[in-house]
């Protein structure tokens, strides 16, 4: 195939892509006819998205209201009534779509998001920004093995940490396992990676909060170490601590570690560390201890069972104790937006299909049910 031919051909699709965008009665119409009529549509387009986002702005705007409201009556001991939610669903967008102007050069249109990075972008930014390159598990096993001995030492239950990982990956999950991408699937949904599917974001976080900790903890196992292992520990141990010194470079507030792990090299190099067999276990077991302490410190003693450990992994330790300490009798008639920023409820498939909490909680406790009974679920348990 010779290259003219080739560019040829891709010339003709792109051009076919584009006519094919175009309404049938506008594909031979005149230049300026064409226009019209994309003018017409993108008012159209554009009237019915402005009603829509004054609707949506006043209902989250209210949600954020309530929020503010039954924090402020938790801290003054006052009892948590239905009033105090917001008790209709969010509005939907039911306009017609925007429609693609026909003079656009080929490329992503104003509504497109760059696409999300994956796995290997996030070792080649490692390697690139701090030299380090995870060292992966021997197997699935050796990293539940891992993953297991780190919750059992923090103090968390077989039941919470199967219940979880059951959920978030469907009790088959590996640890290498991205947000959307499997066998059948080949398009990441998110940068979630791992057992209970930790966000870049989380990475960067726990790493600022907490890399004191896990730097201590390798230094110790270094300690138990000789020869060639003891030197890659120490390798290991010197990435990390550059990779904490990075995440605190900014204020430590998920806004900026936000920033930091979405929109720099580093940041994304710093996710990476999920897929080592002895830095990625101490992460995510972290994430859940750090919901379980965030639960006692609001003197909540009673021990979270699986389902409500996950709702606040699912949610942000506050919106997810919200749900938690709600009482028993309102569950069926507050819906699950009043726990979700408009973006993270637009990205939620359960909580929009779920609809209200009992429905969410109930949806959570039958998958970690179903997932429980798979193989990968059922080595994570034999593990403990």
């Known amino acids: 195939m010779n290259r003219h031919w080739h560019r040829v051909c891709w010339t003709g699709l792109i051009a076919a892509l584009l006519l094919a965008a175009v309404p049938a009665h506008a594909q031979n119409a005149p230049p300026d006819v064409v226009?019209?009529?994309?003018?017409?549509?993108?008012?159209?387009?554009?009237?019915?998205?402005?009603?829509?986002?004054?609707?949506?702005?006043?209902?989250?705007?209210k949600v954020v209201e309530k929020r503010r409201a039954r924090n402020a009556k938790r801290r003054g001991n006052l009892p948590i009534q239905l009033t105090d939610y917001v008790l209709t669903q969010p509005p939907v967008y039911t306009g017609p779509p925007r429609p693609v102007d026909p003079a656009a050069p080929p490329g992503p249109g104003p509504e497109e998001k760059p696409p999300i990075p994956v796995v290997a972008d996030?070792?080649?930014?490692?390697?690139?920004?701090?030299?380090?390159?995870?060292?992966?598990?021997?197997?699935?096993?050796?990293?539940?093995?891992?993953?297991?001995?780190a919750a059992s030492t923090a103090g968390l239950t077989r039941e919470q940490i199967v219940g979880v990982y059951a959920f978030e990956t469907g009790g088959n999950g590996t640890y290498d396992m991205q947000a959307g991408i499997s066998p059948t699937r080949t398009r990441a949904i998110s940068p979630a990676i791992g057992y209970n599917q930790l966000l870049s974001t989380n990475s960067v976080s726990l790493l600022a909060e907490h890399g004191n900790l896990f730097l201590s903890i390798l230094r110790q196992k270094a300690k138990t170490l000789n020869g060639d292992a003891k030197l890659a520990m120490e390798r290991k141990i010197e990435a990390l601590r550059r990779m904490v010194a990075y995440s605190r470079t900014v204020p430590d507030n998920w806004n900026e570690h936000d920033r930091l792990a979405k929109t720099t090299p580093g940041g994304m190099g710093i996710h990476a560390v999920i897929l080592d067999r002895d830095i990625g276990p101490l992460l995510q077991v972290q994430k859940l201890l750090d919901s379980a302490k965030f639960a006692r410190a609001k003197r909540y003693d009673m021990p979270l069972t699986a389902a409500e450990l996950e709702l606040m992994n699912l949610t942000g330790d506050g919106n997810g104790f919200d749900m938690v300490t709600m009482p028993h009798d309102l569950r069926a008639q507050v819906p699950t937006a009043n726990f979700f920023q408009q973006s993270g409820y637009e990205r939620n498939p359960v909580a929009r299909r779920t609809g209200v909490v009992a429905a969410l909680i109930a949806d959570i406790e039958g998958k970690m049910r179903s997932g429980a009974q798979s193989q990968g679920a059922r080595d994570l348990a034999a593990a403990f």
């Open 122 to 149: 996030f070792l080649k930014a490692a390697a690139e920004q701090f030299g380090f390159v995870p060292e992966r598990p021997a197997s699935e096993v050796e990293f539940k093995r891992a993953y297991a001995q």
């Open 35 to 61: 226009a019209g009529d994309y003018r017409a549509r993108l008012a159209q387009y554009t009237q019915a998205r402005r009603a829509y986002d004054e609707q949506a702005t006043a209902y989250w705007d």
